[in-house]
């Protein structure tokens, strides 16, 4: 079992930037995939980005590649969401997700736990 907590929303101006985190619990954080997803009002809950567990390697939403990164410190057992040049349409509730798996994915039914989310705001 891995509780998830994510931390770092809240109201940014266009082009600003801010840095999510999520700490999770457990002892196996390395062996999890990680990813973070976000849910605007009435819109459905969308891929953002995703870290695999044993390399690092990193995945992107096409709508945030080259302004988020996605990193992780297994020894602190967070991963971080640094997301620069924010845009009114990155408004969400942003989530943290995870499962214990070499391989990574963009569906969020494929992930076994889940955050209760923070929130982001972009002012225009």
């Known amino acids: 079992q891995v509780q998830l907590v994510e931390s770092g929303g809240g109201l940014v101006q266009t082009g600003g930037s801010l840095r999510l985190s999520c700490a999770a619990s457990?002892?196996?954080?390395?062996?999890?995939?990680m990813a973070w997803f976000r849910e605007a009002p009435g819109k459905e809950r969308d891929f953002v980005a995703a870290?695999?567990?044993?390399?690092?390697?990193?995945y992107y939403a096409d709508s945030v590649k080259g302004r988020f990164t996605i990193s992780r410190d297994n020894a602190e057992n967070t991963v971080y969401l640094q997301m620069n040049s924010l845009k009114p349409e990155d408004t969400a509730v942003y989530y943290c997700?995870?499962?214990?798996?070499?391989?990574?994915?963009?569906?969020?039914?494929?992930?076994?736990?889940w955050g209760k989310g923070t929130q982001v705001t972009v002012s225009s």
């Open positions: 997700a995870a499962r214990p798996s070499s391989d990574v994915d963009y569906r969020p039914g494929w992930y076994e736990y």
């Open positions: 870290i695999t567990s044993n390399n690092g390697y990193t």
């Open positions: 457990g002892r196996t954080f390395n062996s999890y995939a």
